[in-house]
């Protein structure tokens, strides 16, 4: 490593939490005071896997649920070369979904443990920070109905944030947990000032293992 590396920051949550809104923000927050960032996004629906993901989301065609789960997973691992490319460039990620959100939508089905879930995922770079923002059902009813998408349903979001509850009980994981019903400038803040902190930590230590 030449540099600093740059550190994985995390944003997860339910539907219409606001993730994608505070990832775009804090991408322009960190290049403004000149902190090089970059932002990806899973599933990333570009590749030969993504386009396989994509098609069963918009429910265009349908995979058996541990196949979904693996590939998920997979959209992960073959952008992991990438990942640390950037990080060893010192370039910090600012990550829409990671494993977490794999973990959580697959064991919300019926039959799906929590081990068996996170078993594929292991082993993935670990990020630095997990933000999850925690949105009330009120307030994402208000944010606008379910897409049409997979998954969409206020049933399985419950679920799906149990799941999350679960997760965030392990505390290998630097979870924050960040109060996502505020005003989309107030969220920022707090985002920020973790990132900071995250930032400076992640600089001096080598990128560790999820769930090693
Ligand atoms: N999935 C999976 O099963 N397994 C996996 O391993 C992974 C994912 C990685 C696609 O994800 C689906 O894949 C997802 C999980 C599953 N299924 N579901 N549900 P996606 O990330 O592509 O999902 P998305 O539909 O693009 O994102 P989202 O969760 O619906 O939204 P968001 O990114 O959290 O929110 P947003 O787009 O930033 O904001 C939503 C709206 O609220 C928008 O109009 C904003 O202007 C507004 N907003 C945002 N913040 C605020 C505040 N603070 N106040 C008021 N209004 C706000």
Redesign the pocket.
Known sequence: MTCRRGALIV?E????????????KLIQALLENEQPAEMM???E?TTMIGQL?NSY?EKKSNLEDHT??LL??A??WEQVPLMKEKLEQGITLVV???????????SAKPGFTLDWCKNP?VGLPKPDLVMF?N?SPS??A???H??T????TSV??RA?QQGFEELMKDSSVNWQVIG?????E??HADIKNHTIEAITTAMTQPIGHLWK
């Open positions: 944003l949550g339910v539907d219409k939490a606001g993730k994608t809104t505070q990832c775009n996004r899973f599933p629906r993901i989301l979904v789960h998920f997973s959209n992960r829409d979904r990671y494993a977490f959100s794999g973990v959580a939508f697959t995922d923002l949105v307030e994402a208000r944010r606008g379910f897409g998408e997979r998954y969409e399985f979001q799906v996502a019903s505020r005003n989309i107030d969220v």
